[in-house]
């Protein structure tokens, strides 16, 4: 097989005009040129091609070789313009167009994936939230009720309120019964910080926990409490638990780790088509297991508080069966919501009622009645 | 006598089309990983379709050390980013005693600003090594391109001529654009011949007249507007001084290339010829995006009436379960996010490789007879491999 081409010989830029020949033994292509000092002998096993558009009529070879390059090649590259010469060679070669690698790179690159998930889990599982931690503790009182203001008026907004207050309840009789509802739980608790607990003129079913001893309740907590007194000992138990968040500092440290670990996960899997779906759900399970711990912790202290105040946590134990009944069908797997499973925590709050010796309803009737008209205008 | 020759782009839309939806999907498929793999196929194909004095160009760079690099400059960002977003929010709560919302905003939009401030020597940074990395990864008849290992310098001139610029009210932004090209042109080799960058930034302000004309335009047009009171003027001015702005923009990036091009030299004897022209590149960033735009459209309202299809099926069967199951959200969301793989290819082959051939096509270099002396260089490890400009979102599809 003979045929011309052009050799660059990797060391200067001048072109080479060559003759092209396979050897007698047929085990190399032996190139020959005016221009060049002395034949070349490239053995046929070592020739590579790069990779060049498809339809191309010439082949640019170089040689398998151990260089220091980002690729075990040769420098030199010859051009083979030759139609019948490139059919040949794309025919009978068939490790033309292989990868080669530098011996060792692989073992390289695990190692370093290895270490990089490992950093990169170091950081978000304990360095941050470890940081958070501190952190939370640094941060003045002061400065973390007027964060917790800022939060709450925040949310207060998000739910729908025109301006700020619209939807805070404050009928006095109410008001009354649910300072009577604190009082009568932290007392004898030094929580931190004084408690403030606020409730909002909306259907949703739930409670939250701000920075700086704030609470929230919404209105269908208490219009969707069960029926009779135990309704108030329920709501006791939802304050309790979310008193539990505000003597572990959750919602300030939940904060500083967020602001932490937002972007990190972004700019691991990068600017792909529909990254923001996976980052979303990567964040999700990270936060959620998080929030999870920081949950069953502040039911154990809610069940605590509880049995100090000698108020029945069948209420409590109420609340997450109503709880159940409005999750449904629509319930994630445990690792991926936020909460641990209801029916879990509704077992856990009965077998602990069970355990409890006298208790006495948290409110009276009447006081009950006024707490649930909190949000009723005058 | 010297000897001139044009460079010549060989690329066909229909291959980089291929090329780019078959890496696309493969990056789709594996959840982004194969995209450093995906880039250093394309620029495989790009340069080796790209011809010069008789010789193509081409990229030896490979995805295995993209991907290393990615690893390591990944760590670097997260630790750095993570410990300073926290500590801004703990400072920045330490700074707010009045809980005001607006002052709280305030705050928010100042923290953004300051996390832009602190990535932003490491984009210019980033910026600069990528560029070195790819010349380091280029060869033109066996011979080596190559850039100085000079970042840091870099981004303290980029830093230096951007506030500059900024207290100019973009005044002297020709002489930015020309002293950072500057900078790196000086520094960049082919073989052991170096470039070396010559002309005079005042000359850019001629590249940047319709950039001024549309702002003279916005700016006398709604003042005039203003003062006699006739709102339909400064509509007028308004919506054709804003477009004149961004074609004027467009204009400044393609002709500012082309001079500071012309004004190189290489080795002290070769010289470049530019004359790409604006209205092409105008011309296919419309005709290309409309057409990309209609495909990616199509394809995802096709799919959205399967998707709607579904669950109209499931809500027949049984009202009030209107939820298709875990297989077929799964197959929606393979197709949305195949769409927007096949729409970026569309993109890829209607306005990337048009512009860079018009480029190319565009490009003489006379005296090539001087090229054929220039010797190797030495290896470059290459650094991070780019990893930083992948880690922050610098630089484009190539």
Redesign the interface.
């Known amino acids: 097989m003979n045929g011309t081409g052009?050799l660059?010989?990797?060391?200067?830029?001048?072109?080479h005009a060559v003759m092209l020949r396979l050897s007698p033994d047929r085990q190399a292509i032996e190139i020959t040129g005016d221009t060049l000092p002395a034949p070349l002998r490239w053995m046929l096993a070592d020739l590579r091609a790069?990779?060049?558009?498809?339809?191309?009529p010439h082949l640019?070879l170089t040689r398998h070789a151990a260089?220091?390059?980002?690729?075990p090649?040769d420098?030199?590259?010859l051009?083979v313009d030759d139609p019948d010469l490139v059919v040949w060679l794309r025919r009978s070669r068939p490790a033309l167009f292989q990868t080669d690698?530098h011996p060792g790179?692989r073992r390289?690159?695990v190692r370093?994936?290895l270490?990089?998930v490992a950093?990169?889990a170091v950081?978000?599982l304990v360095?941050?939230p470890g940081?958070?931690n501190t952190?939370a503790r640094?941060?003045?009182l002061k400065?973390?009720i007027?964060?917790g203001?800022?939060v709450i008026?925040?949310m207060e907004?998000a739910v729908g309120a025109a301006s700020?207050g619209a939807l805070r309840c404050d009928a006095p009789a109410g008001r009354a019964a649910l300072d009577r509802m604190v009082a009568r739980l932290s007392d004898g608790r030094d929580l931190g910080y004084d408690l403030k607990v606020h409730v909002f003129d909306h259907p949703m079913i739930n409670a939250f926990a701000a920075p700086g001893g704030q609470v929230v309740i919404m209105r269908g907590l208490l219009d969707q409490a069960p029926d009779g007194v135990l309704g108030a000992d329920a709501v006791a138990g939802v304050l309790a638990h979310e008193f539990g968040h505000v003597a572990n500092r959750d919602a300030t440290r939940n904060?500083?780790?967020v602001?932490?670990?937002?972007?990190?996960l972004s700019?691991?899997?990068?600017?792909?088509?529909?990254?923001a779906?996976?980052v979303a759900v990567a964040q999700q399970m990270l936060d959620s297991s998080y929030t999870r711990d920081a949950e069953t912790k502040a039911d154990v202290f809610a069940l605590d508080m509880l049995a100090g105040a000698n108020i029945d946590a069948d209420g409590f134990a109420a609340f997450f069966d109503r709880l159940a009944q409005e999750e449904g069908r629509l319930k994630l797997p445990e690792y991926f919501s936020s909460h641990p499973a209801t029916d879990g925590r509704a077992l856990a709050a009965r077998s602990f009622a069970e355990g409890q010796a006298v208790t006495t309803p948290v409110l009276s009737e009447a006081d009950w009645t006024d707490l649930k008209s909190i949000c009723a205008k005058p | 006598m010297t000897t001139n020759s044009t460079a010549k782009n060989h690329l066909t839309g229909t291959e980089v089309f291929w090329l780019a939806l078959k890496t696309g999907l493969l990056t789709v498929v594996t959840l982004g990983i194969y995209r450093f793999w995906a880039k250093t196929r394309m620029r495989q194909l790009f340069w080796a379709g790209t011809e010069l004095d008789g010789d193509r160009f081409e990229y030896t760079g490979t995805g295995l050390e993209k991907f290393k690099g990615f690893l390591i400059a990944v760590v670097f960002l997260a630790v750095y980013l993570g410990l300073l977003q926290m500590l801004l929010l703990f400072l920045g709560l330490n700074v707010l005693r009045e809980p005001q919302s607006d002052m709280e905003m305030a705050a928010q939009v100042g923290g953004f600003y300051l996390i832009f401030f602190a990535l932003l020597p490491f984009i210019l940074f980033a910026t600069y090594r990528a560029q070195r990395y790819r010349m380091s990864r280029t060869r033109w008849r066996g011979i080596r391109f190559g850039m100085d290992s000079a970042a840091w310098g870099y981004v303290w001139r980029a830093l230096g001529h951007g506030l500059l610029t900024l207290l100019t009210l973009g005044l002297l932004l020709p002489r930015m654009t020309f002293f950072l090209e500057k900078y790196r042109t000086d520094r960049t080799w082919f073989g052991t011949a170096r470039f070396e960058q010559r002309g005079r930034w005042q000359d850019l302000y001629l590249a940047m007249k319709h950039l001024l004309i549309g702002l003279a335009i916005l700016i006398v047009g709604v003042g005039v507007g203003a003062m006699v009171g006739a709102p339909a003027v400064m509509v007028l001015a308004g919506v054709v001084g804003y477009i004149w702005i961004i074609v004027g923009a467009i204009h400044y990036g393609v002709q500012s290339f082309a001079y500071l091009t012309r004004n190189k030299l290489l080795d002290g004897q070769v010289m470049f010829d530019a004359a790409p022209r604006t209205g092409f590149v105008i011309y296919t960033y419309v005709v290309g995006g409309l057409g990309a735009a209609l495909i990616t459209g199509v394809l995802l309202a096709v799919l959205g009436g399967i998707g709607a299809a579904m669950i109209g099926a499931f809500s027949g069967f049984e009202a009030g379960r209107g939820m298709p199951g875990f297989g077929g959200i799964a197959v929606i969301g393979l197709g949305y996010l195949a769409s927007l793989a096949i729409g970026a290819a569309v993109a890829m082959a209607l306005i990337t490789r048009p512009i860079i051939a018009h480029y190319t096509d565009t490009l003489t270099v006379r005296g090539t007879d001087a090229l054929n002396a220039i010797r190797q260089r030495a290896y470059d490890a290459g650094a991070d491999a780019e990893g930083f400009a992948d880690a922050l979102d610098v630089g484009g599809a190539l």
Request: aromatic share 2%; no cysteine.
């Open positions: 052009t660059n010989d990797g060391l200067t830029a001048a072109r790069l990779p060049g558009p498809v339809g191309a640019v260089t220091e390059d980002e690729a090649r420098p030199a590259r051009t690698l790179t390289r690159l370093a994936a270490m990089a950093a990169i950081l978000l360095i941050l940081l958070a952190l640094l941060i003045p400065t973390e007027a964060f203001e800022s008026a925040q907004r700020l904060a500083l780790r602001a932490g670990t937002a972007g990190i700019m691991v899997v990068g600017d792909v088509a529909g990254s779906v996976l």
